[in-house]
């Protein structure tokens, strides 16, 4: 029986977890294995792929704790505890809230106000306060050419020079240090002073004539609030553990961003759409960076077998933009990608479709996912400062003996 890439034949999961179809069967009846019928054979089952991966890490923990730690720091099992979000079944979460259903109505400073844990009278007071850009320090923004993070990483230090109130690392402190560093950056990128929503500030700036982008815009920042402990959310963790300040931890966050293998994924999928204009074209686009020995960016997630719910939610969004040519242009590179590689869009194809379909800049991409992702990085923060922890693993020597 042939099998897809995310489920097992009851013979592969034995064979994979190393035990009897016996005992697979007993674990399924517990209820720590999922199973399906296979479409036309009802009295044959198929297991999930996740659910054995799953398994085979706890039992490496048992195991060889050391071994399971290091695995962990690359896709491997949970590191730390966290409260913020959760990834679970293809679906993700933030404090227990379906993202992708809170990305059809809520904004990011909404957003913001879940995943920093404030009560409802102070969410409705974080983002009341005033942006330190303003004046001849926004101006002298306005004069930076740079579209992309450095235009953030610039705004940072000039807003934290003035902000001393961001020392203190009290939860309630810092949920107010957080949304002054939110509105900093959305006026950054937009280069004017406002009391807008930022996804209308982005809007303004970048589409101004077409307000209906603007929920394009919300729905994105959203999407990019938090996503658990991705590299840049962990390199704020271990700023924050050391007592960085918020500034501090969005900076070192942003440098982490900098890098090509986290962001600017999205303008390689610009790239690739700007050929992808046949089907035949999509093919070949696609095709010749794969002979080139190129990891191709916009496709396969580790975490989600079964396709990126935030790519999803951006592709229905490009869908309904009704613009024709680069709509084609987009359900042409996904099939050819899917086809090829066997992986389903990310996120970071979503961001590059929404931009085409709907003309933002270039740009763009880039400065939604780390507007967005700056309110996941505060609520680690908050949560590490909580923790009083100082993040300091241990290396496995395999040097030199002396």
Avoid at 201 to 230: S, Y
Avoid at 324 to 339: D, I, P, T
Wanted: net charge positive; aromatic share 6%.
């Amino acid at each position: 029986m042939k099998t897809g890439r995310y489920h097992l034949t009851a013979a592969q999961a034995a064979e994979t977890l190393g035990i009897t179809r016996a005992t697979l069967y007993a674990y399924a009846s517990r209820g720590q294995l999922r199973s399906e019928p296979v479409p036309g054979r009802p009295k044959e089952r198929r297991y999930y792929r996740e659910d054995l991966e799953r398994l085979l890490e706890r039992k490496e923990v048992r195991r060889d704790p050391a071994r399971a730690a290091a695995r962990g720091l690359h896709w491997g099992g949970p590191v730390l505890e966290s409260a913020i979000t959760l990834i679970h079944e293809g679906r993700f979460y933030y404090r227990g809230r379906d993202a992708v259903a809170l990305a059809r109505t809520a904004s990011l400073e909404e957003t913001a106000g879940v995943l920093w844990d404030a009560e409802e009278p102070e969410r409705q007071r974080l983002f009341a306060q005033p942006s330190a850009l303003s004046g001849r320090r926004l101006a002298r923004l306005r004069t930076c050419a740079n579209e992309t993070f450095t235009l953030l990483q610039l705004a940072l230090p000039i807003g934290a020079a003035s902000d001393l109130a961001s020392y203190d690392l009290r939860p309630a402190a810092v949920r107010l240090t957080g949304a002054r560093i939110v509105r900093l950056l959305a006026t950054a990128i937009a280069r004017r002073e406002g009391d807008h929503p930022v996804h209308r500030a982005l809007q303004t700036a970048w589409a101004p004539k077409r307000a209906e982008v603007a929920e394009v815009i919300r729905t994105a920042l959203v999407l990019c609030a938090d996503h658990e402990l991705n590299v840049s959310s962990f390199v704020a963790r271990c700023a924050a553990s050391a007592g960085a300040s918020p500034y501090d931890v969005v900076s070192a966050a942003m440098a982490t961003l900098k890098g090509y293998k986290h962001g600017g994924a999205s303008e390689r999928v610009l790239a690739l759409l700007a050929e992808a204009r046949t089907p035949k074209s999509a093919r070949a686009a696609v095709a010749s960076r794969l002979r080139a020995g190129e990891t191709l960016s916009g496709f396969g997630h580790p975490l989600y077998a079964a396709g990126d719910p935030r790519a999803s939610a951006l592709m229905r969004l490009a869908e309904a933009s009704g613009n024709e040519a680069e709509g084609r242009a987009v359900r042409h590179l996904a099939k050819a990608g899917s086809e090829l590689l066997q992986d389903l869009p990310n996120l970071d194809f979503g961001l590059a479709a929404v931009t085409r379909t709907y003309r933002l800049p270039d740009y763009a991409p880039a400065l939604m996912f780390a507007l967005g992702r700056s309110t996941g990085w505060i609520a680690h923060a908050i949560e590490q400062y909580e923790s009083g922890q100082l993040i300091r693993p241990r290396a496995r020597y395999t040097g030199r003996v002396p």
